[in-house]
């Protein structure tokens, strides 16, 4: 489980991120004058995954992925309006440029891309940095997002759970582990609410 932090530690560790989503740009200037733009298009990736880290941390919104970074992403700021959809299809552009110039072969990234994306990640890191700065988010509304994040999990767990049952080459040892980190994820933030596998995944209430 990860540790519970305070009031002041997490103010301090939300402010690190955005200047780390800051330097981290500065980073990608460096990588565009000397022309290595798949570091740049990962550069620009980690800085606005450092923003992004920032906001979810300021709503008290745990994830353990970068996929599940995008999906909070979407699921609390985008989808509700509190993040232009134009801004937050950055996030999600370079999280496919990075991920394709990181890991697939001759995935080549140009400088009319990098020159493309640098701006809009800038603009990116300034509108996540202004939600963060000008929250108004009351208890009741925090509590409600982080309950929608982890019916988000479960609905990931029942469809998980049904592809793998359904899929004869994957082993009970596999299927196990699957569902074990989907169990992971649930049991770090398990106070007040209580989950009943067995009604179709519903949520009750331990009010």
Known sequence: MKEILDKESKKALVAYRIQRAY????????????????AAINRLYYACYYATVALLLKYDI???????????LGLHFISTGKLPVKVGKTFST???????GDYDDFAYCDEDLVNELFPQAKIFIDAITDLINNSSVNKKEKEQMRRMAHWGVLQYKTNITSQLDSNINATKDWQKEVVKQVDDIL?????????DFNKDFRKTLDN
Do not use: C, P, W
């Open 187 to 195: 049991s770090q933030d398990s106070n007040n609410i209580h989950y």
């Open 62 to 72: 745990q994830t353990q992925t970068h996929n599940g970074v995008k999906t909070m």
């Open 94 to 100: 370079l999280f496919e440029k990075r991920h394709s």
């Open 23 to 38: 330097e981290t740009l500065r980073e990608a200037e460096v990588m565009i004058r000397e022309s290595f733009y798949n």
